[in-house]
């Protein structure tokens, strides 16, 4: 097959460091390996143009100045409609003379930011909608206020799904959000395929800062809706209960409504404990899988997410995690068995799970069950499953 995936980003572009880049990479690499010609059309920052990437066809689309009037005339009020709008009508003429050059069987959109907004209505070509996220649930746990610009992204994107006819998503949780949000009937629970895509690793940065400590590790973007918040309010306890640990944190520090920055909100609530916190920016993979690998425990507070990556990468590597209740994680998690499980956006019951998981004499048996959980989303198990799926558009 002749697939295209248009995406907001990807592995090849600068500051990706978001799940779906990672999914589409996996993904692309496999269908590859099985004799697909996979393009994957994405938002950059770069100059627009086309070139190959692990025999993957990649397509860069740059927003152009023809909708930035909007902003003018808006007073930079519409600054990501703009950009939604601009790049989602890039992405439409990009596949448009893809499939005029040779046809195109089927597109896969991603719904964040909206890159099939025109072309999944334009284009004579079978498509189907990945749900990765669910925009005004997203906004609501990053307590972001309700502009004008935002309740316009969130309409665009009820319009877009209720529009599809076809629609999939990762986990029955964002699955059964936007049935109950939306209205929508007919959306298909396909695990996204996981494996450990690296083989060689880079030891230096944990050599650099972790080396011969014993630490929980959070990693992912310092965000409200990742729990981060609740974990930074949480670990002064632990901290204290547990005189052994250290607590890497690594990831992008982004400002929210209350703090400007999550790394100095840590460090003051941490008080005289915060020179057992580690901070490190966003790594790639090869650097990044000796740190979680090292890990006595890892912990991921999401308010709201979506099979996250990084619980997939935690426990693929053979540690255990934990998770919160309802945010999908308790479709990979068995608590107790495979990890442990807590009740979201709650420091009290987030404090007494790590400390008392910290202690157990059993973390290396959970890791070893969790990443044999993992093996089930091997692309050998999983693939079968999307293909037969995307047979069924065409």
Same mark, same amino acid.
């Given at each position: 097959?002749?697939?295209?995936?248009?995406?907001?980003?990807?592995?090849? &572009?600068?500051?990706?460091? $978001?799940?779906?880049?990672? @999914?589409? #990479?996996?993904?692309?690499?496999?269908?590859?390996?099985?004799?697909?010609?996979?393009?994957?059309?994405?938002? !950059?920052? /770069?100059?627009?143009?086309?070139?190959?990437?692990?025999?993957?066809?990649?397509?860069?689309?740059?927003?152009?100045?023809?909708?930035?009037?909007?902003?003018?005339?808006?007073?930079?009020?519409?600054?990501?409609?703009?950009?939604?709008?601009?790049?989602?009508? #890039?992405?439409? *003429?990009?596949?448009?003379? *893809?499939?005029?050059?040779?046809?195109?069987?089927?597109?896969?959109? +991603?719904?964040?930011?909206?890159? $099939?907004?025109?072309?999944?209505?334009?284009? %004579? =070509? %079978?498509?189907?909608?990945? /749900?990765?996220?669910?925009?005004?649930?997203?906004?609501? /746990?990053?307590?972001?206020?309700?502009?004008?610009?935002?309740?316009?992204?969130?309409?665009?994107?009820?319009?877009?799904?209720?529009?599809?006819?076809?629609?999939?998503?990762?986990?029955?949780?964002?699955?059964?959000?936007?049935?109950?949000?939306? $209205?929508?009937?007919?959306?298909?629970?396909?695990?996204?395929?996981?494996?450990?895509?690296?083989?060689?690793?880079?030891?230096?940065?944990?050599?650099?800062?972790?080396?011969?400590?014993?630490? *929980?590790?959070?990693?992912?973007?310092?965000?409200?809706?990742?729990?981060? &918040?609740?974990?930074?309010?949480?670990?002064?306890?632990?901290? #204290?209960?547990?005189?052994?640990?250290? =607590?890497?944190?690594?990831?992008?520090?982004?400002?929210?409504?209350?703090? !400007?920055?999550?790394?100095?909100?840590?460090?003051?609530?941490?008080?005289?404990?915060?020179?057992?916190?580690?901070?490190?920016?966003?790594?790639?993979?090869?650097? *990044?899988?000796?740190?979680?690998?090292?890990?006595?425990?890892?912990?991921?507070?999401?308010?709201?997410?979506?099979?996250?990556? +990084?619980?997939?990468?935690?426990?693929?590597?053979?540690?255990?995690?934990?998770?919160?209740?309802?945010?999908?994680?308790? &479709?990979?998690?068995?608590?107790?068995?495979?990890?442990?499980?807590?009740?979201?956006?709650?420091? &009290?019951?987030?404090? !007494?799970?790590?400390?008392?998981?910290? @202690?157990?004499?059993?973390?290396?048996?959970?890791?070893?069950?969790?990443?044999?959980?993992?093996?089930?989303?091997?692309? #050998?198990?999983?693939?079968?499953?999307?293909?037969?799926?995307?047979?069924?558009?065409?």
């Amino acid at each position: 097959m002749r697939i295209a995936f248009a995406t907001p980003e990807y592995i090849t &572009e600068q500051n990706y460091y $978001g799940g779906l880049a990672n @999914y589409l #990479q996996r993904l692309a690499q496999v269908l590859t390996l099985h004799g697909h010609e996979v393009h994957i059309i994405t938002y !950059s920052e /770069a100059a627009a143009g086309h070139f190959l990437h692990d025999d993957i066809h990649i397509h860069r689309v740059i927003a152009k100045n023809s909708l930035f009037w909007l902003n003018r005339l808006t007073r930079w009020r519409l600054m990501e409609t703009a950009y939604i709008l601009s790049h989602s009508w #890039q992405t439409y *003429l990009t596949l448009k003379a *893809l499939h005029q050059a040779q046809p195109l069987d089927l597109i896969q959109y +991603a719904n964040y930011r909206l890159p $099939g907004l025109f072309a999944a209505n334009l284009l %004579p =070509v %079978p498509y189907t909608v990945r /749900a990765s996220s669910f925009t005004a649930a997203w906004n609501a /746990a990053l307590a972001r206020p309700h502009t004008l610009d935002r309740r316009i992204g969130e309409w665009l994107e009820a319009v877009h799904f209720r529009a599809c006819r076809y629609i999939f998503a990762p986990s029955f949780a964002l699955a059964n959000m936007l049935s109950e949000e939306l $209205g929508l009937r007919s959306i298909t629970v396909i695990p996204s395929p996981f494996y450990i895509e690296v083989s060689l690793q880079d030891p230096s940065v944990f050599n650099s800062f972790l080396k011969n400590k014993n630490y *929980l590790l959070y990693f992912g973007r310092l965000q409200r809706h990742k729990g981060f &918040e609740v974990l930074a309010q949480a670990l002064p306890q632990v901290l #204290q209960q547990c005189s052994d640990m250290h =607590v890497a944190i690594v990831g992008e520090d982004l400002p929210t409504q209350k703090h !400007s920055s999550m790394r100095e909100y840590a460090r003051q609530l941490a008080g005289a404990q915060a020179q057992r916190l580690v901070f490190i920016d966003s790594l790639k993979h090869e650097q *990044l899988y000796p740190i979680i690998e090292n890990a006595r425990l890892i912990v991921l507070p999401s308010l709201i997410d979506n099979l996250p990556n +990084a619980c997939l990468e935690s426990m693929g590597l053979g540690r255990p995690v934990v998770g919160t209740r309802g945010a999908s994680f308790d &479709e990979l998690i068995e608590d107790q068995n495979t990890g442990f499980l807590v009740e979201p956006d709650n420091v &009290e019951a987030l404090t !007494s799970i790590l400390i008392t998981a910290w @202690y157990r004499e059993d973390l290396d048996e959970i890791g070893l069950r969790a990443k044999k959980r993992i093996e089930q989303l091997h692309p #050998q198990h999983t693939v079968a499953e999307l293909l037969a799926y995307y047979r069924t558009l065409m």
